[in-house]
């Protein structure tokens, strides 16, 4: 039988350097489709202007190049998608199953100071749905009045639309039924843009005919609302593999906040790519 092709991508967000484990997932990535004469794509996640910068976007084109990767051109920029998103949410709101959220961190953060037993999902705490209870009137009343609001999924609408018996397989864990309460009702718009990290990646990961979401098991919450949203929007569902993290010399997980040791900074320091590789290439 034919192996099929993989589309798989890397979809990093500017707002830093890259370090060992973006390199990790991107050679993962790169791999996957280059085993199956598919396609490796890069995508630019520069939705947040706050944090995303052009200089930073460089350094990933110039790291990944230095690590010897080749990706489809041109690249995908979410900051250039907002038309499409803004499709994808008018259909939802159709749908019926987007709600607007007017609460602030602290009005969440206080709700669930006082549930001591409050779900949280890899995002935090899960909303309590204080604002699926408004009426229409106090709707319109804040929203007659400025006060500032996201888009919230209705997990009880959206599983009235597509059932309970929606499915996405995992090649690390096997096939896996959605479950809702993993992620709660999660914002799909933020109150600053009219999308979010899940609406974006879904809308982009069709447009791009990926089928094979490569990505750190951390977002393997991620993917039960990422398939709700494909299942609301009519789009296919990919496979997923969720990878494993790389960690440093005390197992804790390498991430961004904590000021890694960069690719740059490797590659300025004098290391060649090569040993940068044979390093990662041990992980797989």
């Known amino acids: 039988m034919t192996q099929k092709a993989f589309n798989t991508r890397f979809a990093p967000s500017p707002t830093g350097n890259l370090h060992l484990g973006h390199g990790y997932s991107a050679l993962f990535a790169a791999r996957k489709a280059q085993e199956t004469d598919g ?20 350094g990933i084109y110039d790291d990944l190049s230095w690590l010897g990767l080749n990706w489809d051109k041109p690249v995908m920029r979410q900051s250039e998608r907002m038309d499409a998103y803004k499709a994808a949410l008018v259909t939802l709101l159709e749908k019926g199953v987007l709600y607007p959220c007017f609460c602030s961190r602290k009005d969440i953060q206080n709700a669930i100071d006082d549930d001591l037993n409050a779900p949280h999902s890899f995002e935090g705490p899960i909303y309590p749905k204080t604002c699926l209870h408004l009426s229409q009137g106090e709707i319109d009343v804040k929203m007659a009045t400025g006060v500032p609001y996201a888009l919230r999924l209705n997990s009880e609408k959206a599983e009235a639309l597509i059932g309970r018996d929606l499915t996405w397989f995992d090649r690390e864990k096997g096939e896996q039924t959605v479950d809702l309460s ?8 933020r109150k600053d843009i009219a999308t979010s990290y899940h609406l974006a990646v879904v809308v982009d990961d069709a447009a791009q005919g990926i089928n094979l979401v490569t990505r750190g098991v951390d977002l393997f919450p991620a993917t039960h609302a990422q398939v709700v949203l494909q299942a609301l929007l009519g789009y296919p569902t990919p496979e997923y593999w969720h990878h494993k993290l790389i960690t440093d010399d005390n197992g804790t997980r390498i991430a961004k906040r904590d000021n890694p040791l960069t690719l740059k900074q490797m590659r300025q320091s004098g290391m060649s790519a090569q040993d940068v590789l044979l390093w990662l290439e041990k992980e797989f």
């Open 182 to 189: 993993v992620m709660g009702d999660f914002v799909v718009a």
């Open 39 to 58: 396609k490796f794509i890069l995508r630019i996640e520069n939705i947040d202007d706050g944090r995303c910068s052009t200089e930073a976007e460089k």
